[in-house]
């Protein structure tokens, strides 16, 4: 019986939604691209499409579209150049398959414009030699691609850092392209530990908190200030990174506690 992410994907291309141009090609401009799938984006989407970096870093509010834009820049690149290989890591598969479906759909509303070869539950294959893979869970799933062009870490501070570390490597061949996108999760992981030395690092970094999404009520914001904790809502709306509700000892009392003239102690196993 077929998933219903695949009968989702078929749907939208028996629809062979009329939305390109008369020469049929796919538009250079990624925000032209965005429009013609039916995507109005905001300023700051814009500005993340025709980014042409190759380390982004998306610290964005829940419901800011972080997903969809990621999914449009990855539909955009398998689409535009042949033979390319896009990842889309995420903690669960019911949200990688969200993304990877938003990916799917860009491509089924320009009326598949460049054919499939096959579609899958959380992967499609075109006829231009590119792939679409939607990778869920651990790091024992990812192992074995390599010379990937773009990786997307979706959720990504609530992806684990094994499997963060894990898919990094698969770059390296082909010099490709990371974005990690995701609404703050405690002060711990890779994704916090990126944006805190982003600028350190090469990443261009992008904070979008709920007050800037149009799509947002001030009035909306305000009821859940009132039914969330302080620091839940802090997270969740004004990409905050706060100490996470298990944590017995913040970061601050952590990190304060280190004397950098003090040796580490050191385990060896001859000293057992």
Known sequence: MASSSAKEIRRF????AATMGADGRIP???VEFARRVGIVPDPWQERALRSEH???LLNCSRQSGKSRIAATIAAHRALRVAGSLVLI?????RQARETFQEAARAYTRLGETVPADSYRKLGVELRNGSRIEALPGTEKTVRGFSAVDLLVVDEAARVADELYFAVRPMLAVSNGRLIMCST???KRGAFYEAWTNGGDEGWQRFEIPASECPR???EFLEEERRQMPEWVFAQEFCCEFRETDDAVFTWEMVYGAVDEGVKPLV????AW
């Open 54 to 56: 190759p380390r982004l």
């Open 216 to 218: 947002i009520s001030a």
């Open 28 to 30: 250079e401009d990624p």
């Open 184 to 186: 703050p999760y405690g």
């Open 89 to 93: 890591v995420a903690p669960s598969e």
């Open 267 to 270: 385990f060896a196993e001859e």
């Open 13 to 16: 291309t028996q629809a062979l």
